[in-house]
């Protein structure tokens, strides 16, 4: 049954669009057109052009752009600006731009006629290249000229099936009126998917959605999805369709502390875990997330770590006096810090820009230190979700992940953002008042998967690093 | 005054021949003998489409005189046909 279902599965095109290829298990479907809606400036024209330059660039599939705004010019422009060296293609003959011009006198009907010159000037384009995906961009424009809709839907229709019969994979694009998704009602005739595009402005933060209207015969992820527009392309972070990992990893990594290792039944984290390091300020999160970093880095690991709080220079001043060496592995790009508020983007596209440097950087590690600052962003609620998300993207990825939090109060169990049940392990942190002096102490509150010691050990800063010690039998330093 | 006109067909369907009949016919009524026809079957010349951005089949284009009108169908709506070219009905 399942086998059968697989081998009935549609064909696709794959977009190259990172994420959107994900909610879609596979792209555009093939041989098919989808309508793109949205307003103005919500990015349809990107997302046709990506949908061709990907075609041409990664999948070898040669691809034609007709415009019904743009001249040539402007188009070349439009697409050098992302990077792509546009003449070369249109040298190689793998890109053609062609634009209609609809400038001229106006056009007046006297009895019936269809639209037999637009199909002979597409297939013209098509055939000098072989073309296997087309976009027409917006399509919708050719309706004013004809100004008659009977034709023109019929001409769609005779459209959509042409282009079938040639197996072309097409784009049309349609600008979203206040009374939905195109002036005249194309999402009626273009039946096989439909994606619509969203600018949504919440508390003067916009944010680009994008949803999957309809696509027939197919799964795919039914929530609106932030996506990101920026120099390297569209980014769309579709974590809540990422299926839950077949391979789950016994490999352990190191924690980080050699000392704490030896009181965890299979001697480190397993790789692929989410830890939650939680406590007040001052108790040594930080250091901890970062000698996890560390342990890991000397292994041949490559790690992200996410500082909300402090300038990379300053974690390397400070990471320095427990003696690690940060810049050594920086030098070599074994280490990523990247320092920045959440509170510039909204939730969301803080989200984006994480899952992006994480897809990009691909690394075995990664640390969020701490992961409450990111409550400055959103609502609980929705930094809540977001986690939610992040974790299940980093156990598909297997990633292995390490959350600081911080505690306001004094009970570190406690923990603000409810996420302790979305991580595989818990260590608490704590700062204890002993007579004369503050002493860190650490506890292992969860871990998943394997017994540990259930004792409060001391937390002891050195210039090689942390280490743990019994709290009762206090060593000399 | 000479009219000058194309016609732009796309092979030999039942709208290209009743618009080339219409036209022929428009004129023998209603322009005498000052016009020039010329009719295109883009098929032939199917770079056309893209040069005059031709969409609609027939297009009747008024090369003369200007200014330039372009009216698309087959014609058969001779009023409407007059009333674009601003020809007054008879000879």
Redesign the interface.
Same mark, same amino acid.
């Given at each position: 049954m399942t086998k059968e279902l697989y081998n009935n599965e549609l064909a696709k095109a794959p977009t190259g669009i990172r994420g959107f290829d994900d909610i879609t298990y596979g792209g555009l479907p093939r041989e098919r057109t989808t309508l793109v809606s949205g307003y103005a400036g919500c990015g349809k024209t990107v997302f046709s052009m990506y949908f061709i330059l990907n075609g041409i660039i990664e999948y070898n599939e040669p691809g034609v752009f007709l415009s019904i705004e743009e001249n040539e010019n402007d188009l070349i422009t439009n697409f050098s600006s992302f990077g792509f060296d546009i003449e070369k293609l249109q040298q190689d003959n793998s890109l053609i731009l062609d634009n209609i011009n609809l400038s001229r006198p106006e056009l007046q009907s006297a009895g019936t006629f269809d639209l037999t010159a637009l199909f002979v000037r597409i297939e013209q384009s098509l055939k000098k290249n072989n073309a296997k995906r087309l976009v027409i961009d917006t399509f919708e424009l050719l309706f004013h000229e004809i100004n008659d809709p009977n034709v023109f839907r019929r001409e769609l229709l005779r459209l959509i099936n042409w282009l079938k019969k040639k197996k072309i994979t097409a784009i049309f694009t349609s600008e979203a009126t206040n009374h939905g998704i195109s002036h005249y009602g194309l999402e009626e005739y273009i039946t096989d998917c439909v994606v619509t595009l969203k600018n949504i402005k919440e508390e003067n933060i916009y944010t680009r959605r994008l949803h999957i209207l309809k696509y027939r015969g197919n799964f795919h992820g039914t929530n609106e999805y932030p996506f990101l527009i920026d120099k390297t392309g569209i980014t769309l972070m579709p974590i809540t369709n990422i299926k839950m990992p077949q391979y789950v990893s016994s490999d352990v990594l190191p924690c980080g502390i050699s000392d704490l290792d030896k009181k965890l039944s299979k001697k480190g984290l397993y790789a692929g875990s989410s830890t939650l390091i939680s406590g007040t300020s001052g108790v040594g999160k930080t250091s901890f997330g970062m000698s996890f970093c560390y342990e890991n880095l000397q292994q041949g690991k490559s790690c992200l770590f996410f500082a909300f709080e402090e300038s990379a220079a300053q974690l390397r001043r400070n990471m320095q006096s427990i003696g690690m060496d940060l810049e050594k592995y920086e030098n070599t790009d074994q280490l990523w810090i990247v320092s920045d508020r959440p509170s510039i983007s909204g939730i969301e596209m803080h989200l984006v820009s994480i899952l992006k440097k994480v897809h990009d950087y691909a690394p075995d590690i990664v640390v969020f230190d701490p992961v409450t600052t990111l409550i400055e962003a959103g609502t609980l609620l929705e930094v809540r979700n977001m986690l939610l998300r992040l974790m299940d993207y980093f156990k598909a990825k297997n990633i292995t992940v390490m959350l600081t939090t911080l505690i306001s109060g004094a009970k570190p169990s406690a923990n603000e953002l409810g996420i302790s049940s979305l991580v595989d392990n818990i260590i608490s942190l704590e700062n204890n008042i002993d007579r004369y002096e503050t002493r860190h102490t650490l506890s292992i509150d969860k871990i998943r998967g394997m017994s540990y010691d259930h004792q409060v050990f001391q937390l002891v800063f050195t210039n090689h690093g942390l280490k743990i010690r019994l709290m009762n039998k206090p060593e000399k330093s | 005054m000479t009219h000058h006109f194309r016609l732009?067909v796309?092979g030999i369907?039942p709208?290209s021949i009743?618009?080339i009949e219409?036209i022929n016919r428009i004129c023998r009524e209603h322009l005498a003998d000052q016009v020039e026809l010329e009719v295109i079957d883009?098929?032939q010349q $199917? #770079?056309l489409?893209?040069t005059l951005? *031709?969409?609609?089949?027939?297009?009747l284009v008024r090369v003369a005189p200007l $200014? #330039?009108?372009?009216?698309?169908?087959? *014609?058969?709506?001779t009023a409407?046909?007059l009333q674009?070219l601003e020809i007054k009905a008879g000879k």
């Open positions: - | 732009y796309a369907t709208n009743q618009a219409n883009i098929y $199917p #770079e489409a893209k951005d *031709l969409i609609a089949i027939p297009t $200014p #330039e009108k372009h009216i698309v169908g087959n *014609l058969s709506d409407k046909v674009i």
